[in-house]
């Protein structure tokens, strides 16, 4: 107990370095890219929060949790509709499905392509099979 207790915080057993697990060698330069993508994320948020109505953004925040890229290209996608002025109003819960599935879409679906060995024998000409009884 008292090993645990005498032990620093601060101290960094041997073997072991401080090092940023961002692996940016700047300490400063990490904490403006941090702050920058959080300013980035407020941002989008923000849009989002003015263009989605309330059950729209419930609906995205949920499917987010499951598809979240799927759910990171609908929102880029809305958030550039919105900058250029191209949405009408708001997107209600209905026309996000319909973007959902439009996105969903465009994604080929992987199909199996089963293809067997034909074997030829001197009797395939003769597929009548009345013979054998």
């Not at 107990?1 to 990490?30: K, R, W």
């Not at 819960?93 to 973007?99: F, P, Q, T």
């Not at 067997?116 to 099979?129: E, F, G, H, P």
Request: hydrophobic share 30%.
């Amino acid at each position: 107990m008292d090993n645990l207790q005498s032990v620093n915080v601060n101290e960094i057993p041997d073997g072991f370095s401080a090092t940023d697990p961002t692996g940016s060698a700047q300490p400063g330069a990490s904490d403006a890219q941090t702050a920058k993508r959080q300013e980035q994320k407020a941002q989008k948020e923000s849009i989002l929060e003015q263009v989605l109505t309330p059950e729209a953004l419930t609906r995205l925040r949920r499917i987010k949790l499951v598809k979240s890229e799927k759910v990171e290209k609908i929102e880029s996608m809305i958030v550039s509709m919105a900058m250029q002025k191209k949405l009408p109003g708001k997107i209600n819960e209905g026309k996000l499905i319909e973007m959902l599935e439009g996105i969903g879409a465009k994604k080929p679906e992987s199909t199996i392509n089963i293809q067997r060995k034909k074997y030829y024998d001197s009797d395939s000409d003769d597929d009548n099979d009345d013979d054998l009884l």
